[in-house]
């Protein structure tokens, strides 16, 4: 069984950076897709980022493209999501999740009804 911890959640103003981290255990997941989906209070949980395996194939939300990065460090068992030129509408909790499936396949199974392996969250306020 796969647990996952979100941590690098805080608080920032528009135009700042936060890294987030997200750490497995109970098992390698070397051979697992891995994401950030984020909800903000009252909206349902949306995609933000994910990454294959290999860390070769990397997908975006359009509302993130070109402020967001998304990297993985399979040695530690840990996928991150560096966010820059952070806006207020970014502020939601942002969860790690991940799928055995090795590739993200955002047209079938990337999506909060599908994915099982879920963190518990870590919050992200963005000041104006």
């Known amino acids: 069984q796969v647990q996952l911890a979100e941590s690098g959640g805080g608080l920032v103003q528009a135009g700042g950076s936060l890294r987030l981290s997200c750490v497995a255990s109970?098992?390698?997941?070397?051979?697992?897709?891995m994401g950030w989906f984020r909800q903000a209070p009252g909206k349902e949980r949306e995609f933000v980022a994910a990454i294959s395996w290999s860390g070769t194939s990397k997908y975006f939300a359009d509302s993130v493209k070109g402020r967001f990065t998304i990297s993985r460090d399979n040695a530690k068992n840990s996928v991150y999501l560096q966010m820059n030129s952070l806006k207020p509408e970014d502020t939601a909790v942002y969860y790690c999740?991940?799928?055995?499936?090795?590739?993200?396949?955002?047209?079938?199974?990337?999506?909060?009804?599908?994915?099982?392996?879920w963190g518990q969250g870590t919050l992200v306020t963005v000041s104006s």
């Open positions: 109970g098992r390698t997941v070397s051979t697992y897709a």
């Open positions: 999740a991940a799928d055995s499936e090795g590739e993200p396949d955002l047209a079938s199974t990337w999506y909060p009804g599908y994915l099982e392996v």
